[in-house]
């Protein structure tokens, strides 16, 4: 079973750029369908991205998704408040009976 | 509008049994996947399983297998999870989440959420 990484935790300020990665042991991400969830303070989550780099409807085109080998990464520019969240990222693993696996989130602070 | 309600927090003691519930509403229910995910207090999402109402098509994370049962009653649109004997482990906030496909690459992911049920086992 393929296990994501996060890094715990990321920062930046007001209109910065940062980049969030999720990399895979076990198995090639870039032979996933990974998806980026935020989850603002004390509400459920919420997709940001999906199918690597697909944005559904309402989200800003400040997120933006990649993948690449045994990773992906979550790109926020124009960083605001609001921003201030804990991240996901989740890869399909179809290897057995099929499950979305999670990485372990990353804390974003905006400072 | 796509709603996914879920039912109110629960305080339960340890061996006690457990149904909450997760109904869905602005979208037609046998066409989507229902899942459950766990989030233990100031920890990550767990995937836990997964259900299909149209004909309860149903997959758990092996994690999760033979811990809880997850079902749905698609006459009333309204999928659920039940513990038969709480653990204090089992206190966490759950959330279902709504999913257009397992396969499709356009519809794998959790496109709606509920707002949680948080579950409390304590003596």
């Known amino acids: 079973q393929s296990v994501l990484t996060q890094p715990p935790s990321a920062s930046g300020t007001p209109g910065q750029k940062v980049t969030i990665s999720c990399s895979a042991s076990g198995s090639n991400i870039g032979s996933k369908i990974v998806s980026w969830y935020q989850q603002l303070p004390g509400t459920a989550p919420k997709v940001l991205i999906y199918?690597?780099?697909q944005r559904p409807s309402g989200v800003p085109d400040r997120f933006s998704g990649s993948r690449s080998g045994t990773s992906a990464s979550l790109a926020i520019s124009g960083l605001q408040s609001e921003d201030e969240a804990d991240y996901y990222c989740a890869a399909w693993d179809d290897s057995l009976i099929g499950q979305e696996i999670f990485g372990g989130g990353t804390k974003l602070t905006v400072l | 509008e796509v709603q996914l309600v879920q039912s109110g927090a629960e305080v339960k003691k340890p061996g006690e049994s457990l149904k909450i519930s997760c109904k869905g509403s602005g979208f037609d229910f046998t066409n989507y996947w229902i899942g459950w995910v766990r989030q233990m207090p100031g920890k990550g999402l767990e995937w836990m399983g997964i259900i299909y109402p149209r004909d309860s098509d149903t997959r758990y994370s092996p994690s999760f297998q033979g811990q809880v049962t997850i079902s749905a009653d698609k006459s009333i649109s309204t999928a659920y999870l039940q513990w038969s004997s709480l653990q204090a482990s089992d206190t966490a906030m759950y959330y279902c989440?709504?999913?257009?496909?397992?396969?499709?690459?356009?519809?794998?992911?959790?496109?709606?959420w509920g707002q949680g049920t948080l579950v409390t086992v304590s003596s």
């Open positions: 989440a709504r999913r257009p496909s397992l396969v499709a690459v356009a519809g794998n992911y959790f496109d709606y």
């Open positions: 199918s690597n780099n």
